[in-house]
């Protein structure tokens, strides 16, 4: 998109603009996704895949924001948008070293030389700040100094993303209730291989097919942190089971604090690749979906 008061001769300006412009949007759609919406998930082919490319979104902005920080514009000469310009730019520096260390922790999980895994609530804790240094970064790319105004199309252009991103955040920071059932357990049995945990909503069941998937959490310390796992069976009452393998902290936690009588709450449902779902009877004679191949990355069972 055309910069028009950016001079020919000022390479450097141009592509450290373009690099902003392009992480800040690509920040935008990172926030959206993380809305899960059922078009976008069908729109991919499966909700992990979303998440695949989340990832790679996530990436391709720390390598975007390093760029634009290194290969600093000149403004020289040119007229402050407004009195907020002195705060928008420390707001800019602020937020890009918070991002960077927040999308080097989302990206690297294992603590680089040494075995130490980044506990998954800590992340989780702090990968919702991203949303409110999103925020910060779309005050600082309104009120900075900048070879455009408010009404240049790159102006427009950003601010809709701004909108969205904005939006996107609030959104799953405060209305995830809106997809989330409480369900009881009635039963857990512990295998060698996974933990088979059957549960049956306490109103409202949610609609949802063997083999989709939801994220669930248990009302139990330790166990409040929610985690994908995938549906192996579903009853015509609305009772859901779970076949979770201990591969990992939480799964293992789970094996051995969840109990009957335990109340969980269940946010989803979404699908991974409906084309690698067959259909098989089980052995009460009961037909229920099953994944033909293991989830591809991107969204793996909680761990």
């Not at 695949?52 to 390598?63: A, E």
């Not at 900048?146 to 252009?157: E, F, K, N, S, V």
């Not at 409040?224 to 779970?242: L, Q, S």
């Amino acid at each position: 998109m055309a910069v028009p008061a950016v001079s020919h001769t000022n390479a450097g300006t141009t592509f450290s603009l373009m690099a902003s412009s392009m992480a800040f949007t690509g920040m935008a759609l990172a926030l959206f996704m993380a809305t899960r919406p059922p078009f976008v998930e069908r729109l991919f082919g499966g909700l992990d895949r979303i998440y695949q490319t989340h990832r790679r979104v996530g990436i391709t902005v720390l390598v975007l924001i390093l760029v634009h920080y290194f290969i600093t514009p000149d403004f020289k000469g040119l007229s402050l948008t407004g009195g907020l310009n002195k705060l928008a730019a420390q707001a800019g520096e602020y937020a890009f070293y918070a991002l960077v260390v927040l999308l080097v922790l989302s990206i690297v999980k294992i603590i680089p030389k040494t075995k130490t895994e980044i506990p998954y609530h800590f992340w989780r804790l702090t990968h919702r700040f991203i949303g409110l240094l999103f925020i910060m970064v779309a005050f600082h790319q309104t009120f900075i100094k900048r070879p455009y105004d408010g009404t240049a199309m790159l102006a427009t252009y950003l601010n809709i993303f701004a909108m969205i991103g904005t939006a996107s955040y609030i959104y799953t920071q405060l209305f995830p209730w809106l997809r989330t059932r409480t369900y009881e357990v009635f039963d857990v049995i512990r295998h060698e291989g996974a933990t088979i945990v059957s549960a049956r909503p306490t109103r409202r069941p949610l609609r949802a097919k063997p083999g989709q998937f939801g994220f669930f959490r248990v009302n139990k310390p330790g166990l409040r942190e929610p985690h994908p796992f995938t549906i192996a069976g579903m009853d015509e009452n609305g009772a859901v089971r779970f076949a979770i393998k201990p591969l990992g902290d939480y799964t293992k936690a789970l094996r051995d604090g969840i109990a009957i009588g335990d109340r969980l709450k269940l946010e989803g449902v979404w699908s991974f690749q409906p084309s690698s779902w067959r259909q098989e009877a089980d052995l009460a004679g009961r037909r229920h979906w099953c994944h033909a191949v293991p989830c591809h990355g991107g969204a793996p069972e909680g761990r």
